[in-house]
């Protein structure tokens, strides 16, 4: 699959997660529409594209996954960090 137009950055995933993932212009207009919020939660966030954005214009930002190898591989995409595991 070609990622480039959908990210601008190198995400970590298999191709179900690139497959579920927010385009990248995408989520930065909703976390756009979101930012007078201060925290917002993503479930089933995959690797975390959304969430990410969301971090970029509000306080707190949370996503959760349940699936292992997503978690994985969002705490390898660039400016996401994950907290918790568990």
Known sequence: MNTSKKFSKGIH??????Y???PEVASIHIAQQLSSYKSAVELCSAVG?????LAKFMPMAYGVELDKQRVVDAQKTPSYTVWRIG
């Open 20 to 22: 579920m993932s927010i």
């Open 49 to 53: 594209m959304m969430v990410v954005q």
């Open 13 to 18: 995933a298999d191709p179900d997660g690139y």
